[in-house]
């Protein structure tokens, strides 16, 4: 399975940030397979921002729940992250990740979670700046 991830490196405050994830190697609607999106701010931990299962229920941080909107692409196998309002406290590399093992499902920021991740896009920058 391979996830890779596109799109803008470069944002001003308060625009939306949308990110597509294309996944090659299984489909996302596979049945018991979950799709996450998870970033990295400079100096800080890896943070879980929410996932998509293969039925399309999806699963948000609590914290940035009222910012983003994950939904999907079943015809070209893709799914997409969206955070609007964006501020430069979400400067981040942002990745798409996906366990191998059918039924793991990571739905929360517990400590931990990026072990349930076997599969990781390359990560692509986002710098909000004005």
């Known amino acids: 399975v391979q996830l890779q991830e596109t799109g803008p490196g470069l944002l001003n405050p308060a625009q939306t940030l949308s990110l597509i994830c294309t996944v090659s190697?299984?489909?996302?609607?596979?049945?018991?397979?979950?799709w996450g999106w998870i970033r990295q701010a400079p100096g800080k931990g890896r943070e879980w921002l929410g996932a998509?299962?293969?039925?399309?229920?999806?699963y948000y941080n609590p914290s940035l729940k009222s910012r983003t909107a994950i939904f999907r692409d079943t015809t070209n196998n893709q799914f997409t992250l969206q955070l609007t309002a964006v501020t430069p406290e979400d400067t981040a590399v942002y990745y798409c990740?996906?366990?191998?093992?059918?039924?793991?499902?990571?739905?929360?920021?517990?400590?931990?979670?990026?072990?349930?991740?076997?599969?990781w896009g390359q990560g692509t920058q986002v710098t909000v700046s004005s």
């Open positions: 990740a996906a366990p191998a093992t059918r039924g793991v499902r990571c739905d929360s920021n517990a400590q931990g979670f990026t072990l349930l991740y076997d599969y």
């Open positions: 190697g299984r489909s996302i609607t596979t049945n018991s397979y979950y």
């Open positions: 998509i299962a293969f039925s399309g229920l999806t």
